[in-house]
């Protein structure tokens, strides 16, 4: 059973919709059930995202009316090129739409199918499509206005309490995972479950930082929540990278081992006491047993030294990580607008930049042109009065589910739910209807079923089918000023919306067989392409936007990877490959000579060996003479760069990381024999 605050927001949403239905009566507008359908759109139990989806559904109807008013006198003595103009502008706002991933690329998308929704009704009579666009104009507005006052005046909730509860859940599961890493008692299945479930969550926080602002939320905070996502990215691959650090450190210097536990214990209790308070003493105190375990300059010479300092590196990131995400997670829930500062600082951090599979974008888009040309043609062919709307809804649901990787399920249950609302509408026309006479009993009519629909809206397993159904009725119902209502009309022009959808539904089956598996593969070819695109020369300023953007192309990597059934460790490792020739080409201007030469020969080798893979069109065993290059540059630089003790660590840790990363468990090369030991997780899926 809903609880009762879903509840309320099913009896404000249907008060919301009856305001608006009454009032465009009373206006006595042509479609008043656009005012009470768009009411149900629009709304949301959260203030942010209703603000901010009545903005953008203004913003869309607008444009989208607009041209109509502009196309439809200028290309209606002409169907078949007034089909293309429709087709090409839906298909151009919704590639242009599929470029934003928060709640503004709602306005876009609407407008491309906005023009469809009034043009093609008025194909018949053009001069029509003023009163058309402008009453449909009016009845949205008016359906937007009811729903943002009503909204806001009972019981509005905010959205930046549940940003609070999702980044709880995700710091909960980051803490159990990297506790699990710290404390060495990791198994792979509840790992890999965890990092999934991060993910998740990791990705839904996108869009309501979007709305944050839309509900009044104070800069400070949402600056924080932005820094807060941006930090959360990087934990996976820092975990990553101690995790193998670890590993190679029990594996090849065991004596070391004694020496580093004690520093993990503490590390693990100052993890779970984090959650009290990210207090800058003990985060200072843990740093400081960190530094004082740091082998000298010197030291660096023995390679058993250097695994100490690089597990004593990815621990420092970790903890200096996990300070700022705690603190920003404070900062947040109490609402602090004091100025955040970070602990956690690198040369590669900057903001995110959303990595886009513009041939993948593409192709859905000209699939969806494709179709609304093809229903189109054959609306025009078959001479179906209100063939219209099928073209319409087929439109529709191509925008709507575009940027699935499997849209065809959604479309199907679009279809059915569709179906359902035709039948319920026809219930409420001829059944129900004729028997009222005044506007009381025709809301005391709807009361019911509409309040318990709803309120199931608010669930989200239950939202696109109650809303489908709650918005597909109240428009098949056609409610006008006055009764009217013939059986052979109402079937004829609302059969072909389900037919519109079925249309859409076995076209996509049809182009856009492919899934999720073919986005998983073209993501890992973007990966390799952009190691191999390293070894070409590039500003720091690029080098830290393509850092960037492969990082929010692992958020979308993994998932895929998961659903498909393959390892998402993989993936990680390929990105910190990435990562570590990053710091090296950051890092090699600073020395000189045969060392500079030896870290620009690891890059290109490492460019090499990608290029390979892509070639192959499979993932390719690291050459064995890469790895024995790697030695040789560390060799090169002790001798090298002892005056610049910083630089001569950074790249140390770079190429330990990189070669941890191409092999797991191998450190040095010993006698020219390479150790391929598979640590946890590790299961050599093919691609």
């Known amino acids: 059973m809903p609880p009762a605050r879903d509840w309320f927001y099913g009896a404000r949403t249907f008060a919301a919709s009856m305001i608006a239905l009454y009032i465009a009566m009373l206006m006595q507008m042509p479609r008043p059930y656009w005012a009470m359908a768009t009411v149900y759109i629009v709304s949301s139990p959260f203030v942010g995202p209703t603000s901010s989806k009545a903005l953008y559904r203004a913003v869309g109807t607008l444009l989208g009316a607009s041209a109509a008013v502009l196309f439809v006198p200028m290309f209606v003595q002409s169907p078949y ?53 402008e009453a449909r104009t009016e009845e949205i507005f008016l359906g937007i206005v009811c729903a943002a006052v009503v909204g806001s005046m009972f019981w509005p909730r905010r959205l930046a309490p549940v940003f609070v509860d999702a980044a709880g859940k995700w710091f909960a599961d980051a803490s159990t995972y990297s506790q699990r890493f710290l404390s060495r008692t990791v198994d ?193 062919l078959l001479g179906w009065t209100d063939g219209g709307s099928a073209v319409i809804l087929a439109a529709v649901a191509c925008s709507f589910f575009a940027s699935m990787d499997d849209p065809a399920p959604q479309i199907y249950r679009f279809f059915f739910w569709t179906a359902m609302s035709v039948l319920f509408a026809s219930l409420y026309l001829f059944l129900i209807l004729p028997n009222l006479h005044d506007f009381p009993m025709l809301v005391l009519a709807f009361a019911v079923p509409f309040i318990c629909v709803g309120t199931l809206t608010v669930q989200p397993r239950f939202y696109l089918g109650m809303l489908l159904t709650i918005v597909n009725t109240s428009s098949f119902i056609s409610i006008q000023g006055a009764y009217d209502a013939d059986f052979l009309s109402f079937a004829n022009s609302n059969l072909a919306g389900p037919m519109g959808l079925l249309f859409a539904f076995v076209w996509t089956l049809i182009a856009r067989p492919f899934g999720s598996e073919l986005a ?92 390979a893979c892509l070639k192959a069109g499979e993932r390719l065993p690291a050459p064995s003479a890469l790895l024995m290059t790697l030695d040789r540059t560390r060799r090169a ?51």
């Open 188 to 380: 792979p299945q509840e790992v890999s479950a965890l990092r999934g479930s991060m993910v998740a969550t990791f990705n839904s926080l996108e869009l309501m930082i979007g709305q944050l602002p839309h509900e009044g939320a104070r800069p400070q905070t949402v600056r924080n929540t932005k820094e807060l996502r941006g930090r959360m990215i990087h934990l996976l691959p820092v975990v990553d990278a101690l995790d193998d650090a670890l590993y190679a450190l029990e594996r090849r210097t065991p004596e070391l081992v004694a020496q580093f536990a004690p520093l993990l214990e503490q590390a693990n209790a100052w993890l779970q006491d984090t959650a009290a308070g990210a207090s800058v003493e003990r985060w200072q105190a843990l740093r400081n047993q960190l530094d004082a375990l740091q082998p000298s300059a010197e030291a660096l010479d023995d390679r058993r030294q250097l695994l100490l300092s690089n597990a004593l590196y990815r621990l420092g990131e970790w903890i200096d990580l996990w300070q700022d995400c705690r603190s920003l997670q404070h900062a947040i829930q109490c609402e602090s607008q004091d100025t955040w500062r970070a602990v956690y600082r690198h040369w590669r951090l900057g903001r995110l930049t959303p990595f886009l599979d513009r041939g993948l974008m593409l192709y859905s888009v000209v699939s969806t042109i494709t179709a609304i040309i093809v229903a189109s043609v054959l609306w025009i």
């Open 81 to 133: 090129l007034l089909v293309l103009v429709i087709a090409l502008w839906t298909g151009i706002l919704l590639f242009l739409s599929l470029h934003l991933r928060t709640a503004n690329s709602y306005a876009l998308m609407l407008a491309g199918y906005t023009l469809p929704l009034i043009a093609l009704p008025v194909v018949d009579n053009p001069l029509a499509v003023w009163d058309v666009a």
């Open 520 to 611: 998983a593969k073209r993501l890992t070819r973007f990966s390799w392409r952009d190691i191999v695109g390293l070894t070409q020369p590039a500003t720091l300023a690029e080098h830290r936007h393509l850092g960037a953007q492969m990082l929010d192309r692992l958020m979308q990597h993994l998932p895929r990877l998961a659903m498909t059934g393959q390892d998402t460790g993989v993936a990680l490792r390929e990105l910190r490959v990435a990562l570590n020739l990053l710091d090296l080409l950051a890092y090699s201007p600073r020395v000189q000579g045969s060392a500079q030469a030896l870290v620009r020969q690891v890059v290109a080798e490492v460019g090499a060996y990608f290029q």
């Open 637 to 687: 630089l002790n001798a090298q760069a002892q005056d610049d003790h910083e630089t001569r660590l950074h790249l140390l840790h770079a190429l330990s990381g990189l070669r941890l990363a191409l092999l797991p468990g191998v450190e040095f090369v010993v006698g020219g024999e390479l150790e391929e030991p598979l640590p946890h997780g590790i299961d050599g899926a093919p691609l």
